[in-house]
């Protein structure tokens, strides 16, 4: 996806409306409308990045630096039980916009409509394999 046809990229522009929450000169925090949860909100780059493999370093940093003050926002506006911060890359993933974002899902309880789920395979790997991947891993960094 370019930078051109970028949902995200309009929203950063101007050229389509978001309910603001936070901007800085590298970031922008608007809500979803999706509104999975009441205060679910959007934190993205200004910078068009398509996911975390083509994210830049530089770029993660300011992010990950507007996190925080973000989340805590929201901690006071909405008082949540909890926060869930989810990120989705490539469409298997679940990933709709190709343009790096991170959902910040405040929490109230097990009825809220959201419930991320998944099925641990822990007892599947022995320490010796579980080894033998992270040496795979670590292999390319």
């Not at 507007?66 to 506006?77: E, F, G, Y």
């Not at 890359?89 to 998944?118: C, M």
Request: proline fraction near 5%.
């Amino acid at each position: 996806m370019s930078e051109q046809s970028c949902i995200f990229c309009s929203i950063i522009k101007g050229d389509i409306p978001s309910a603001k929450v936070y901007e800085d000169e590298h970031v922008y925090a608007f809500l979803d409308l999706s509104q999975v949860t009441k205060g679910h909100t959007l934190l993205i780059p200004k910078k068009h990045e398509q996911d975390i493999f083509h994210l830049e370093p530089e770029t993660a940093s300011r992010l990950f630096q507007a996190a925080p003050v973000v989340a805590k926002a929201l901690d006071r506006a909405f008082v949540p039980a909890g926060l869930n911060v989810l990120n989705n890359n490539k469409e298997a993933a679940g990933q709709s916009v190709f343009h790096y974002h991170l959902h910040l899902i405040p929490r109230y309880d097990q009825s809220d409509g959201f419930q991320p789920t998944w099925v641990e395979h822990g007892g599947d790997y022995s320490q010796e394999e579980l080894q033998q991947l992270a040496a795979e891993a670590a292999s390319y960094i």
